[in-house]
Structure formats: C-alpha cells, structure tokens
C-alpha cells in the first residue's frame, strides 16, 4: 500500500463514497471473535475531486463506476493489484464525466485516477 500512497498527496484524499454507483450492494460489517470483519463485497472511493481518486473494490463481478466532474481533463488510470504489487496502466479514460471499472475477479483491486497532465 506504501506504492500506491507515497506519491500521492494523499492527505488531500477524502472519503467519497456517493461517486460511486455499482449494482450490487455493499456488505455489512460482520463481527468474528469479538473483532469487527469487514464486508465480502464492498467498494470505496477516497477523493481530491477533480484532481485524483482512489478506487478500492473486494468480492465483486460488477462493474463499478465512478462519476467524474466533466470540467476537468479525462484522467489517466492505474490499476493496483494489493497482493502482488502489480501495477497496470490503463491509459487515458474516453469519457470525462464517468469511469467505469470491471473487476478482473472478485479479489481485492484499488484504480489510482489522477488528471492528465499531473
């Protein structure tokens, strides 16, 4: 998580969660030996709107997508893999108002959007 976090400005990031839309439901929270568990099937967004944005999605097939601001340049993508370190470029996004975002399986998956030209 250092990788991802360490160039970002990322106490600029806040939470923003109502950019995001997805068919399924977020889980609930469980509790397993007096420990709270979180849910199988989630999705958050940490954001600096209009400038950079975290996506973070676990046990879904859907897609997620995110509402961008359209007065701002497409955003060039990044695709994070938390448990290997891998990281992906996934170019410029097409639209500027929304970024859609297929989970390559239903694992742990973060997308790091920042604006072209940042």
């Not at 297929?102 to 790091?112: F, H, I, K, R």
Request: aromatic letters at 12%; charged letters at 25%; one cysteine or more.
């Amino acid at each position: 998580m250092r990788r991802v976090f360490l160039p970002l400005p990322w106490w600029k990031l806040e939470p923003h969660d109502e950019l995001l839309t997805c068919e399924t439901p977020r889980g609930k929270e469980g509790k397993e030996f007096n420990h709270v568990v979180p849910p199988a099937a989630t999705y958050w967004c940490l954001a600096e709107p209009g400038k950079q944005y975290v996506v973070y999605v676990r046990g879904l097939t859907a897609s997620v997508g995110l509402t961008l601001d359209a007065k701002f340049a497409p955003p060039v993508a990044t695709l994070f893999n938390p448990r290997t370190g891998e990281r992906k470029d996934l170019g410029a996004i097409s639209g500027r108002d929304r970024f859609e975002f297929q989970p390559p399986d239903n694992q742990d998956w973060l997308v790091l959007l920042s604006m072209s030209g940042k």
